[in-house]
């Protein structure tokens, strides 16, 4: 099968194995798993916060920030197809108690402006704005790089009106490594980061938020509620470590990939997407002589697994366990499939 419906597939590499293997163990909700300390402190290195803490998973990685920013019957601004918004099962609302504000971005980006008339005013009527969320790469919009001047943009306008800015920064080394921009230039526009060590990277299991140390103090707090502390997590942050500091730059090969990918498929009749909106490890496409459901499951017959984005667009997400030569026999089998339709 040639995998292509996330890059949360990736297997660990051998010498994360190896790393697992070795890993120097302790009680991590004591502080004492030295090797999920030696790893908070090189994430929160790479992103240039004072702190970081591993968490189990991306979604609880936001929804600690959110939780750690707001108090309930606050509002959250947001982009409209944000993971936080459209994928965590409004675990903002249900947990924090917070109102999203979801704005339309522009592929993934959210307009300064826009946030800026958005922000509330002292009114008894209205839910005072809390937090703004971010999102680079932005899945949704095809994995696109939100530009540091954007981003740059919101944090000035959150900064003007004393506000916290989260990124979700999933993918934040898929963002630098296709941009040239350093991840910690990105992440000065924040006041916290979540970012995926189990994507792209290639780890088992794990995210990382990072921030201040009074954030993460308080961030601590709010994984333990949640169920979050864990014992000996060096176990699987031993995998995080060799994906921080070995995995990063051949991000650039998945895409590569998608780049290969979205050139076959933007020379095919049947299939609509913008080919420019490719600058990561991520292909949307529309078809548009079959139904998504069609090409997806006539692409499975073929051994390509994709998935589906609602309600009209499938995805195909290039990463370190799928080659070039999968890639052209992925072009191959959609040319076959929309030639038959
Ligand atoms: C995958 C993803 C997450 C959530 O990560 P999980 O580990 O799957 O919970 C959050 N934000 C974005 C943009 C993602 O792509």
């Given at each position: 099968m040639i995998d292509l419906r996330s890059d949360t597939v990736t297997l660990p590499t051998d010498a994360m194995r190896k790393a697992v293997f070795e890993a120097e163990v302790g009680d991590d909700v004591y502080g004492e798993d030295p090797t999920v300390n030696r790893l908070q402190e090189l994430a929160a290195d790479m992103v240039g916060k004072e702190a970081a803490l591993l968490v189990p998973s991306g979604t609880m990685g936001n929804q600690i920030a959110v939780l750690t920013h707001c108090r309930p019957g606050t509002e959250v601004i947001l982009e409209a197809d944000s993971h936080i918004y459209y994928?965590?099962?409004?675990a903002a609302s249900v947990f924090a108690g917070v109102q999203p504000r979801p704005l339309p971005g522009k592929r993934g980006s959210l307009p300064a402006e826009l946030v800026e008339w958005a922000i509330r005013q002292d009114d008894i009527h209205l839910p005072p704005t809390s937090l703004i969320c971010m999102e680079n790469t932005h899945n949704r919009a095809g994995g696109t790089v939100v530009p540091l001047e954007d981003m740059e943009a919101v944090y000035d306008v959150a900064c003007r009106h004393d506000l916290p800015v989260h990124l979700d920064g999933a993918r934040i080394f898929n963002a630098s490594i296709a941009s040239g921009v350093a991840v910690k230039e990105f992440t000065a526009c924040t006041t916290s980061v979540q970012f995926c060590?189990?994507?792209?990277?290639?780890?088992?299991v794990g995210s990382i938020i990072a921030g201040s140390l009074d954030f993460i103090d308080e961030a601590r707090r709010w994984r333990k509620r949640l169920?979050?502390?864990?014992?000996?997590a060096g176990i699987f942050a031993a995998a995080g470590v060799v994906a921080l500091e070995t995995m990063v730059e051949r991000l650039a090969e998945d895409h590569a990939n998608a780049r290969l990918l979205a050139d076959g498929l933007a020379a095919m009749k049947g299939i609509v997407f913008?080919?420019?909106?490719?600058?990561?490890n991520i292909v949307i496409v529309k078809p548009t002589t079959l139904s998504i459901r069609e090409l997806g499951d006539e692409l499975e017959k073929r051994g390509i697994l994709t998935v589906v984005i609602e309600p009209d667009r499938i995805r195909f997400t290039t990463n370190k366990d799928v080659s070039r030569i999968d890639i052209e026999k992925t072009i191959e089998a959609v040319k076959e499939v929309l030639g038959g339709s």
């Open positions: 994928y965590e099962a409004a060590l189990s994507k792209g990277l290639g780890a088992p169920g979050g502390g864990m014992r000996q913008n080919p420019d909106d490719v600058e990561t």
